[in-house]
């Protein structure tokens, strides 16, 4: 008999013992507490890039107060998350026996993944291990690409240099982009989409958006080749381009004379020699400058060089011009207009040339006079008492 009631007291300790190993171990119960998690949305379908947003209870089963800290586990490498409750995010719930408490997870799919399922554990840690699913039903990526089909243009100093750009989005949701320039200081970038001047786009999944770019240089930039880096980019990414601008100089010139006079005496038929001061005021080479000049009615002008072959930036050149006046002339002002041109650029200089009588004209026309005063006089003298 006690054989017997050992062996049944040893059993029913055995099976006592089990039970609880079972209990702590499935988590299931805890010393009549149970806490459990809910949510409707066990498995779903989502494109690469969604924002995911689960809405969880956690239920305390038990008959008295419980809590327990919430956990993520397996969630694939790159996904982010987050859990907040009441406007705070959370590592830990206390619920009151047989109510219920609400929490939320925000969960972010990569927009660079594979399709196919991923699956992932939400915890109430020493409770309950609820299994979640995402089905991701296309391939994603996380690239933009801004590309330009001519990146190299070439001008003057005074060219506005306009590049068409475009920007494409290759991931599956609409992206916003800044638009940044790291142009040397003094020169001008602009972004232009749908002809307005903009600093941000928005582009949709899977589309181009064109971005026209005009780079303009400083008034005094030198002859050269120069890079302007421009971008696109958000928090997630960032795209570089690089554009070219060929610089070749502005082209300018100024004609005046050494000392800035602007007139002279000559006489009719006779000539006057004048020195003219040519001036390279651009940035680049003048080549084949050539002279001419606008004269009055049969006057002329002859130049010591009619073409000058080259004058380099900054570089001045003096030219001897000899003004020729009309023996017809009577005296008065004349303009000689005298233009310096190339197929870049031209200058123009207006003369006043004062034609003055001859000295020989001159005596003789006082002769003549001298000689009418003193015929008159004769004549008063001798008729005038009658």
């Known amino acids: 008999m006690k054989r017997f009631l050992l062996l ?10 089990a039970f609880v190993g079972i209990i702590i171990s499935t988590g299931s119960v805890t010393f009549g ?15 690469p890039g969604e924002s995911i947003k689960y809405d969880f209870q956690l239920i305390n089963n038990g008959a008295s107060q419980g809590s327990c800290p919430i956990k993520i586990s397996g969630l694939p490498e790159g996904w982010d998350y987050t859990l907040s409750a009441g406007g705070w995010a959370v590592q830990e719930l206390s619920v009151l026996p047989k109510e219920k408490e609400k929490f939320t997870l925000n969960l972010q799919v990569p927009l660079e993944i594979k399709k196919g399922k991923y699956r992932f554990n939400v915890q109430a ?16 990526t996380f690239k933009t690409e801004f590309t330009t089909k001519q990146a190299n243009l070439e001008g003057h100093t005074d060219t506005d240099f306009t590049f068409t750009t475009q920007l494409k989005n290759l991931t599956a949701e609409a992206q ?11 020169w001008s970038v602009i972004f232009k989409a749908n002809y307005k001047q903009v600093s941000a786009v928005s582009t949709e999944p899977n589309s181009t958006t064109d971005i026209s770019v005009t780079v303009k240089p400083p008034s005094d930039i030198a002859a050269g080749t120069y890079t302007i880096p421009v971008s696109v980019g958000n928090a997630q990414m960032n795209e570089d381009l ?16 050494p000392s800035g006079i602007l007139n002279t005496r000559i006489t009719a038929g006779g000539d006057q020699e004048m020195e003219l001061l040519l001036k390279n005021t651009g940035t680049a080479n003048l080549e084949n400058i050539k002279l001419n000049a606008q004269t009055p009615l049969d006057w002329k002008v002859d130049f010591a060089e009619e073409e000058i072959l080259q004058l380099p930036p900054g570089e001045s050149k003096k030219v001897k011009a000899i003004i020729k006046a009309s023996s017809k002339s009577i005296p008065g002002d004349y303009i000689v207009n005298i233009n310096a041109k190339t197929p870049e650029a031209d200058s123009k200089v207006s003369l006043r040339a004062q034609v003055k009588t001859p ?9 003549l006079i001298i000689s009418i005063l003193t015929g008159m006089g004769y004549l008063f003298k001798k008729y005038g008492r009658r």
């Not at 000295?359 to 002769?367: K, N, R, Y």
């Open 8 to 17: 049944r007291c040893t059993r029913v300790h055995f099976l006592f013992i």
């Open 33 to 47: 507490q149970q806490l459990s998690l809910y949510t409707p949305y066990t498995h779903i379908k989502v494109p």
């Open 125 to 140: 840690a020493g409770y309950h291990s609820l299994p979640l699913t995402v089905a991701v039903d296309e391939e994603g």
């Open 176 to 186: 916003s982009y800044s638009l940044r320039n790291k142009a040397p200081r003094g």
């Open 242 to 257: 690089d554009l070219e601008v060929a610089i070749s100089g502005s082209y300018d010139m100024e004609l005046s004379t």
């Open 359 to 367: 000295l020989l004209s001159g005596w003789l026309g006082m002769g």
